[in-house]
């Protein structure tokens, strides 16, 4: 067992690591059930391998689980979802001092953090992170948001959970390419700061693929610890320390505008993508060494995540690509920051990119 704590001022919260943990979650939970009920949110996938466990953990104790069942996938992030899920709360009776958990992944996480920042004016909340994605990223930090015809994850809000509990054995029945997915975010560490996780990355990603136990423990420590230390820097994104975690997403976010927020091209595959992306625009800027973006792009190859528009599937304009980059909601006075590096483990925030010139590498990258 693992416990790390976000420290923020007032909003410090406990992550809990252990293998097992959703069989015990009525121990580490019942303390949120102040009114002997607590709200469950999940999907259609998550309820079919993960409910009855959850369920089991709180047989016979007195607490009674009042359950939504959302559709599964990115278009859950939505106006109408969000409608329907505040009605659904409101009609069942929920009081602030009421606390809602999400039983998912990354699209249940913001959707149920997003209903309990609004409802009744603020409830709490609990995340139960069934991705690999959502564990070592989107459970972590309180960034909550659904999607809009503009745009990714632009209506939304800063909104902290209680506790996150982390239970790395759910990942068994988790789909490899979900699996795959995630692990673009485990990278995205070493990427940032710390190039030595990044080399363990390269030696031990085939294991964290193959669910080896002691791997996949470790990355997800790693990246959890890595997160919530930003996040204690940096709340909500003021500083500029917290943008670093957007690293492949400005690219990544065009990417998966493009191919309509689906199937297609899940969130950690356009991530990956983005970060090779990233790496490749830093060579052109002069500020990293060919080598590096050739080594990301080999690793992100080598474990069968895109590494550039081709694998990502997409075949749109760098013009197109980069209309899709003036929604992102880090447009500032009519520019937008970009993540770059001068190498692995030294992303920085450009604020002078020329968008004509990212229009015109993506045209070279095709």
Known sequence: ???????????????????????????????????????????????????????????????????????????????????????????????????????????????????????????????????????????????????????????????????????????????????????????????????????WCEANGSKVLNRDPEALSKAIIHSVRAKALIVGEDEKELSGRRALLNLGHTFGHALEAETGFSNKLVHGEAVAAGMALAFGYSVRRGHCDATDAERVRSHLQSVNLPHDLATASVQASGQRLVDHMMHDKKMSGGTLPFLLANGIGQSFLAQDVDLEDVAAFLDEST
Not at 67 to 77: D, H, M, Q, R, T
Not at 82 to 107: F, P, Y
């Open 1 to 199: 067992m693992t416990q790390i704590t976000v420290e923020l001022d007032e909003h410090s919260y406990p992550i809990l690591v252990e293998p097992g943990a959703l069989e015990q979650a009525m121990t580490h939970l019942q303390q949120f059930a102040s009114n002997r009920r607590l709200f469950i949110l999940t999907d259609e996938n998550v309820e079919a391998h993960l409910l009855p466990k959850l369920q089991q953990a709180f047989a016979g104790c007195g607490i009674d689980l009042i359950v939504k069942i959302l559709p599964a996938g990115e278009s859950s992030k939505s106006w109408s979802q969000l409608e329907l899920v505040t009605d659904w709360l409101l009609a069942q009776g929920i009081e602030r001092s009421d606390t809602l958990v999400a039983l998912g992944g990354g699209v249940v996480g913001d959707l149920t953090g997003f209903a309990a920042a609004i409802v009744k004016r603020g409830c709490g909340f609990v995340q139960i992170p069934t991705s690999l994605l959502a564990q070592v990223d989107s459970s972590v930090g309180g960034k909550t948001a659904i999607n809009s015809s503009a745009g990714k994850n632009l209506i939304g809000s800063f909104n902290q959970p209680r506790f996150v509990l982390i239970d790395p054995l759910v990942l068994n029945s988790l789909p490899d390419r979900e699996l795959r997915a995630g692990y673009a975010e485990v990278i995205k560490y070493g990427l940032i700061s710390d190039a030595s996780f990044f080399a």
